[in-house]
């Protein structure tokens, strides 16, 4: 049991650093595809409409599939499977990211936006000071489901090779000839979900400040 | 000394024409009211020289700087951007809805283009913010944040916000449309009071009374055009314009 449970903690590791790095890439990348997907360049609001259709449109395992094999077939080598995974989630979520984003600042009311024109802000100052802020507020409960779904998706990446939490799981039951070993990942994958949904209340509570 | 002239400006959304040929003056210390049915094209003129909406034709000048002119194929040409922004700074804006920032507390509404667009120290711009909530009755909301307060109490704000950039006139499109009878008082008092200070103002507003209280000219507008423009005597009293006549006799009833 206890070789058991370090395995599983190994396995958390990896699941742990997919989740984070795949965050750092898609959030900030999730913008920069709203704001494309929001530019008055017609070329460029439809070609990152077409990402966002196929990386929503497709199965995130198929997509993986693809970021690992495919340069393999084209190039003759491929990334190494843990980098593939992380590309693969970064891209997939920020297309869901982009989405949220671009819901967030839309509902901005325009007024706000021509006050801060007529004060004499720079775009990228009532951007960063006015427009983001009020944003981060607004999407969090949207954010806080995609950020779940993440935590739960990161299982997936076992399907190119990567011994992230469920795979460890899974061949411990394969050993024992037991189930427990799947039902103690899915304990595992409760408890990072609350320090999840816990850290999104916090969050939500902080900027609770205005209305 | 005229700060805004404006010459026979036309301006257009998609095929319905809401200015037809403007053209006033403004002149130092002078409060100018337009009023006028809804539609006229009032607040798009006041958005017009706010350079919140661009023009189609004509020529807004500025505290004697040309904001945009029209070329001789009838096109609105309009000035570099930093001219822009430098005349921009010289005309304060006053929202029907307020628009003030709801995550900025009351005294950061009023600092933020203090310190980021004049370049004021924090406390340089913190001290002009109690100044100017002081002369608005404000002071203790200084902390608060604006869905704290009431719609006048938050367009006395906006006011003040306005008047941190200390611009040379001041716009106010309908700035008490948005508030009870009651709070729309708090308002017109405000405006009056700068009035006094010999503060050039323009002011787009159905409040017919304060109009004529308040203003050296009244512009009477409709349909994109200016009907009758002269003192509140003028207009209110003396008119014998069918159409002047006409919308005021709506009023009075």
Redesign the interface.
Known sequence: MKDLLLLMVQGTYTTLRIFFLTLIFSLPLGLVVAKGRMSKNKILSEAVNIYIMIMRGTPLILQLIFVYFAPYYIFGASADRFTAVIIAYSINYAAYYAEIYRGGIQSI?E??L????????TKW?TFT??TM??VV?RIMPAMGNEVITLVKDTALAQTIGVAELFRVAQNAAAREFSTLPIFVAGVFYFVMNAVVSKSFEVIEHKLD??? | MAIIEVGNIRKSFSSLEVLKGISFSLNEGEVLSIIGPSGSGKSTLLRCITNLEQIDSGSIIIGGKTMVSTNSSNQAIYADKHTLATIGLKVGLVFQNFNLFPHFSVERNITEALVHVLRLSKSEAQEQAIELLQKMGLEDKIKAYPYQLSGGQQQRVSIARALALRPDVLCFDEPTSALDPELTGEILAVIKELAQEKMTMMVVTHEMAFARDISNRVIFMDQGVIVEEGTPEDVFVKTTNRRTKKFLNRFNQ
Do not use: T
């Open positions: 009311p007024g706000q021509e006050a801060a024109k007529v004060l004499g802000f100052h000071h006015i802020p009020q507020k400040y205005y209305r």
